[in-house]
């Protein structure tokens, strides 16, 4: 077959035809269109069930009982713990505070890092029910700082990963 007699393989110019035909772009699949897509579908379902749970985290964390009553009292005892895995330090404390004449002793019903900076005889800030001073709780501002705004911050980062995902998915497929 000779390929100048053929009209249909060979161009007008005389010229041999390419090896590979034109090919429309709104047909060329690369695949990563797809790739995206799933990670940013995915990371956006994480996202928002991580600002779900990092949300009700905050309601009921919150939910930490407060007395009528406020008062200083004198830490009289840090108690350190070590966890190997994840690897956490906290301490609990134990105390003293006055009330009408009476000493009440007691211990944080929590554990925390936030504690581990206070030293015997340091003050405290507490909270107690004035019908009985011997239920009592240390205030949150002693607590140390709480892993939510890592994990709000993590959340929030996920979300604009996922929404970035969906724009490079999107614009790939245009």
């Known amino acids: 077959m000779d390929l100048a007699q053929d009209d249909d393989r060979v161009p007008p110019s005389g010229r041999q035809p390419p090896h590979a035909r034109p090919v429309d772009p709104d047909q060329v699949r690369t695949g990563w269109s797809r790739t995206w897509l799933g990670i940013a579908l995915v990371s956006l379902v994480l996202s928002l069930l991580a600002l779900v749970v990092v949300g009700m985290d905050a309601l009921f964390a919150d939910a930490r009982p407060s007395f009528d009553t406020a008062t200083t009292a004198t830490v009289t005892r840090v108690n350190e713990e070590h966890y190997a895995s994840p690897k956490y330090d906290p301490c609990s404390l134990e105390y003293e505070f006055s009330v009408g004449g009476t000493t009440y002793s007691a211990a944080s019903p929590d554990s925390s890092e936030g504690y581990c900076a206070l030293g015997v005889g340091d003050p405290i800030d507490i909270t107690y029910d004035s019908a009985d001073p011997s239920t009592n709780i240390p ?20 979300f604009v990963f996922s929404i970035v995902s969906l724009v490079v998915a999107w614009r790939r497929k245009r």
Do not use: E, I, Q
């Open 139 to 158: 205030t949150a501002a002693h607590s140390g700082p709480t892993t939510r705004w890592f994990a709000a911050t993590a959340a929030w980062l996920l």
